[in-house]
Structures are given as C-alpha cells and as structure tokens.
C-alpha cells in the first residue's frame, strides 16, 4: 500500500515504511492515512532517508503514530534522517518520543 | 524581471522582482493554500543561495516561512499572501502578509512558536505581517 502526494510518497514496508519528498501542511494528511495502520511487527520504522523538509504538521502525525504504537505495545523509530529533520525535532522538544536509529 | 497573472485567477501566482523599486528585495504573491508553501521554500533556497548564506542557514529560514505561512492560512485561508523578501549584507528576512493588507487573525500553537523561537533570530507576529529575520553566521559569509 502506498500513499502519494504532490511531493511526498509513503511506501510500506515489511516493519513500517519508506517515505520520500517533503512534509509540510499540504502532505501531513497523505502521510498521516498512511501511518495510522500500523505494521503487526514489534518494532516499527519509518525510514526517512528520502525525506527532505518537515514542519511541525509533520512532527504531529509522527508524535500521534508513536504514542499509537506505545499504547499498541510497539516501539516506534525514525530511521536515517537527514540532519534537517533531526534539527527540527531536536528543537522542537520531541526528541524523548520520537527516535531515530541510524 | 516580472511574472504576472491575472490577479483574478484562482491559484495564480504573482512573481515580481524590480531591482529599483524593491531594493534588491523580491515579492512573491501566493494563494493562502498549503500547496503553495513549498514555492516559497523555492524562492527561499534560491534568494539565501544568491546571497551567501549556508545550506543550514537556508533550511532554518525555509522552516521558519513554512511555520509563518502555515499560521496564516489557518485564519486567511482562500485570501492571498505577499511574502516580501530582503536582504542586507549580514540578514536575510521576509514580511509575511496578505495581499490585502488587512489585519491577521493568527493565533500560533506552541510547537510552530518553539520552532520560530530556534531556527530565526527574530520573529514578530505583528497586526498586519509576520516578519522572520535570519542573521548569517561569519562563517557562511566568508564562504566556510
């Protein structure tokens, strides 16, 4: 299953999902209908790699997504961020419930 | 260099750069549409590029429009903005407001305010326009 927006394309995969482009308040929807079905695995990953630019609608859907997994019992990552999306989640206090894993 | 659209068109941009009158400012009219934010992340990277500010320095300043545009369409959305863009030596900076030049409705949440509060030098939310201020470090302009 894969969501695609104007600049962003979430692709799942077999523990989470590949999501490439930019995250801002035009692209949060598409990829937040993507990460509200979570994978039946453990430990769930987004890697992000692809990712280029978020704001903090995208900082929204990923806190949701990693207190929906907390509750599911799962554990929740950011995997190979660029350094501009670890600034903006550093800065923005959100570094205890979002982490990465490189 | 000019680019203009009937300013009647729905989704039409406006794109005006006169060296003379806007002293060596560039205005970008968008439509206060979630769409559009990444045109001025555009316009952002290629205005911080010409003027020597570093990579780092250009994706704060393109996260800090982003936030300000955002927090605009949230009261304005439909109307259209006027991002007026700046430049000195030493600071890049872009007045945010609508083209109309009516007052804003903004009421900005915490986490756009606490990502202003670190990615800009100066921020202010003012009755007509949101005006970002991003000063370049020394390094960025000695080209390190």
Same mark, same amino acid.
Request: glycine share 8%.
């Given at each position: 299953?894969?969501?695609?927006?104007?600049?962003?394309?979430?692709?799942?995969?077999?523990? =989470?999902?590949?999501?490439?482009?930019?995250?801002?308040?035009?692209?949060?929807?598409?990829?937040?209908?993507?990460?509200?079905?979570?994978?039946? *695995?453990?430990?769930? *990953?987004?890697?992000?790699?692809?990712?280029?630019?978020?704001?903090?609608? =995208?900082?929204?859907?990923?806190?949701?997504?990693?207190?929906?997994?907390?509750?599911?019992?799962?554990?929740?990552?950011?995997?190979?961020?660029?350094?501009?999306?670890?600034?903006?989640?550093?800065?923005?206090?959100?570094?205890?419930?979002?982490?990465?894993?490189? | 260099?000019?680019?203009?659209?009937?300013?009647?068109?729905?989704?039409?941009?406006?794109?005006?750069?006169?060296?003379?009158?806007?002293?060596?400012?560039?205005?970008?009219?968008?439509?206060?549409?979630?769409?559009?934010?990444?045109?001025?992340?555009?316009?952002?990277?290629?205005?911080?590029?010409?003027?020597?500010?570093?990579?780092?320095?250009?994706?704060?300043?393109?996260?800090?429009?982003?936030?300000?545009?955002?927090?605009?369409?949230?009261?304005?959305?439909?109307?259209?903005?006027?991002?007026?863009?700046?430049?000195?030596?030493?600071?890049?900076?872009?007045?945010?407001?609508?083209?109309?030049?009516?007052?804003?409705?903004?009421?900005?949440?915490?986490?756009?305010?606490?990502?202003?509060?670190?990615?800009?030098?100066?921020?202010?939310?003012?009755?007509?326009?949101?005006?970002?201020?991003?000063?370049?470090?020394?390094?960025?302009?000695?080209?390190?």
């Amino acid at each position: 299953m894969s969501e695609q927006g104007a600049h962003l394309s979430v692709v799942a995969t077999a523990d =989470g999902w590949t999501v490439e482009g930019e995250i801002d308040a035009h692209s949060a929807d598409s990829l937040a209908k993507a990460l509200s079905q979570l994978p039946n *695995v453990p430990k769930i *990953v987004a890697d992000f790699a692809g990712v280029t630019f978020m704001d903090s609608s =995208g900082l929204r859907v990923l806190v949701d997504a990693a207190m929906q997994a907390t509750d599911a019992g799962k554990t929740f990552a950011i995997a190979n961020p660029q350094v501009a999306i670890r600034r903006v989640v550093e800065i923005s206090g959100l570094s205890g419930l979002l982490h990465f894993i490189d | 260099m000019s680019l203009q659209r009937p300013s009647g068109e729905r989704g039409s941009v406006s794109l005006v750069s006169d060296f003379e009158t806007y002293d060596d400012g560039v205005d970008v009219i968008v439509p206060l549409n979630p769409r559009f934010a990444s045109m001025l992340r555009t316009v952002t990277a290629s205005f911080g590029a010409d003027t020597g500010f570093s990579i780092d320095e250009i994706d704060d300043f393109k996260l800090a429009l982003t936030e300000a545009f955002s927090m605009l369409i949230v009261g304005h959305g439909g109307n259209r903005a006027r991002a007026s863009f700046a430049v000195t030596a030493a600071a890049m900076s872009v007045r945010l407001s609508l083209e109309s030049g009516d007052d804003l409705d903004v009421e900005p949440d915490e986490l756009a305010l606490a990502i202003l509060r670190a990615v800009v030098d100066s921020y202010e939310i003012g009755n007509v326009a949101i005006t970002l201020t991003k000063r370049a470090t020394e390094t960025s302009l000695l080209g390190g």
